[in-house]
């Protein structure tokens, strides 16, 4: 397999790592005060847990 695969692999299991976390917290060190902001984000992935039957609370 070529390196650029390995690295989207990569990337994209970092990707569905935040989307899985059960804390909202995840997106404050990245985006700061507009974590507050953007929390439609974690609203849409706690959704997305849900669905996938992935445990979050």
Known sequence: MPLWSWLLV???LVVLFALL???GA???PLLGQA????DYLHEFAHD???L??????
Not at 35 to 38: I, N, S
Not at 52 to 57: E, F, I, N, T
């Open 26 to 28: 995840l997106l404050s």
């Open 48 to 50: 997305g847990r849900h």
């Open 21 to 23: 976390s059960a804390s």
């Open 10 to 12: 990569a990337l994209l």
């Open 35 to 38: 974590a507050q902001v953007a």
């Open 52 to 57: 996938l039957a992935v445990p979050c609370h």
